[in-house]
């Protein structure tokens, strides 16, 4: 079993910054590629960053290319979306989920995780 709890979201104006942050128990950080999603109000829930379990590739969604960054610190368990110039369209419920596969790419699709936090929700404000 892996717990995720995700912290960090809140209100911020347009060209802001936050970081959120998920802390995983359980299982090393090391053997998880992780990812983060977001939705937004009558929306489906959307892919929007994630790293392999090495750390060593990472993928995000071109809407937030340049802006985010998908980290890792192994010895805390956690890993972090640093999420600069936030744009109004950002807002949503963020979501950090674990892959437990180990496999060759970076996961991107909803049903490639096993496991799910309960979400922070991020508000930009135009």
């Known amino acids: 079993q892996v717990q995720l709890v995700e912290s960090g979201g809140g209100l911020v104006q347009a060209g802001g910054s936050l970081r959120l942050s998920c802390a995983a128990s359980?299982?090393?950080?090391?053997?998880?590629?992780m990812g983060w999603f977001r939705q937004a109000p009558g929306k489906e829930r959307e892919f929007v960053a994630a790293?392999?379990?090495?750390?060593?590739?990472?993928y995000y969604r071109d809407s937030v290319k340049g802006r985010f960054t998908i980290s890792r610190d192994d010895a805390k368990n956690t890993v972090y979306l640093q999420m600069n110039s936030l744009e109004p369209e950002d807002t949503a419920v963020y979501y950090c989920a674990a892959d437990t596969t180990k496999g060759l790419r970076v996961p991107l699709r909803k049903f490639e995780y096993d496991y799910w936090g309960q979400g922070t929700q991020v508000t930009v404000s135009s």
């Open positions: 359980g299982r090393t950080l090391s053997t998880l590629a």
């Open positions: 790293d392999s379990w090495s750390g060593r590739s990472t």
